[in-house]
């Protein structure tokens, strides 16, 4: 596996490799829910690609930029066992040398609600990294999580508005066993906290099940029924719980797929947000349990 921390080493690099090219971008700090991405990657691609860059602009002032979690030594072991061939892990000098100028401003509903109304200029960091980086690797195939919803959603939007020749792949969520969705942010939790944070998945769990049982239901219904469930818990602060529909973020005023139930909260100094899919075609993707997980199903 070859480790590139330059724009200069990348650009040549990139002459060398054949095509199929997959590349799975990251923040490092690797779970189960990256590697399922690695792995499908893995299968579709001659080349793959990953990185691993703790992107400063798309975290605000106040948020945990600089406690985000790292392990790049144990990150690099991991994609070398899943058969990466390259990984760039530049510095921050190196992807915004002084004199940076230029941004990416996703706007509208989708950038500016939910995630983009608690993080207002998230999406333009996530935007403006993902092009320079979709520039440099100039993939075939991207690989992006379902867990975060809007993000896949704005990249998949910027793929289209600047005709990128790119594929997205969105793959389901990973769960923990007791439903929690795999994210780097979990390491913050207590145990306590750990405990608690089960309670989004299942006040996710009890939309769907209220949609089933009435599909017909008025969305702010649902969302009430959501937030009771949510409000059991003590130590958890609730952001929003919304149901959007999946392409534009627009709110819906009648239960149309596809759809997304969709949830943010805070417990303790920790946000976590997690999301169920009710899909065009009717059926839901709630994600998947771990592999270890399913064998306690
Ligand atoms: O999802 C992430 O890890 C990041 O937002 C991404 C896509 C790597 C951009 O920094």
Do not use: C
Request: aromatic content about 8%.
């Amino acid at each position: 596996m070859q480790i590139i921390s330059t724009i200069q080493e990348l650009v040549y690099a990139r002459t060398q490799w054949s095509g199929p090219i997959g590349f799975v971008p990251t923040m490092g700090y690797l779970h189960e829910g990256h590697l399922a991405l690695y792995r499908q990657a893995r299968t579709e691609n001659k080349t793959l690609v990953g990185s691993i860059f703790v992107n400063p602009i798309q975290f605000a002032p106040h948020e945990d930029l600089n406690r985000y979690p790292r392990n790049l030594a144990h990150d690099l072991s991991t994609l070398e066992s899943l058969g990466v061939d390259v990984v760039f892990t530049p510095s921050v000098a190196e992807m915004y040398p002084s004199g940076f100028t230029t941004y990416v401003v996703p706007e509208g509903p989708l950038a500016t609600q939910a995630e983009g109304a608690t993080r207002p200029n998230h999406f333009r960091g996530v935007a403006t990294v993902v092009l320079k980086l979709f520039q440099l690797v100039r993939p075939d195939t991207v690989y992006f999580g379902q867990k975060d919803a809007q993000q896949t959603a704005v990249i998949t939007r910027m793929i289209q508005d600047f005709n990128l020749p790119i594929a997205l792949h969105a793959l389901p969520t990973i769960r923990e066993d007791d439903g929690l969705a795999m994210s780097s942010r979990n390491s913050y939790l207590t145990v306590s906290q750990r405990h608690a944070a089960t309670v989004l998945y299942q006040a996710l769990q009890t939309g769907r099940l209220a949609i089933e049982a009435d599909p017909h239901s008025h969305p702010e219904e649902i969302v009430q029924t959501m937030k009771n469930v949510l409000a059991r818990e003590s130590e958890i602060r609730l952001d929003y719980i919304e149901i959007r529909d999946a392409n534009t973020f627009l709110t819906l005023e009648t239960l149309q797929p596809p759809a997304l139930l969709l949830i943010a909260a805070w417990i303790g100094k920790t946000r976590l947000i997690d999301n169920f899919v009710l899909q065009a075609n009717g059926t839901w993707n709630t994600g998947q349990f771990t592999e270890h997980a399913a064998s306690h199903m």
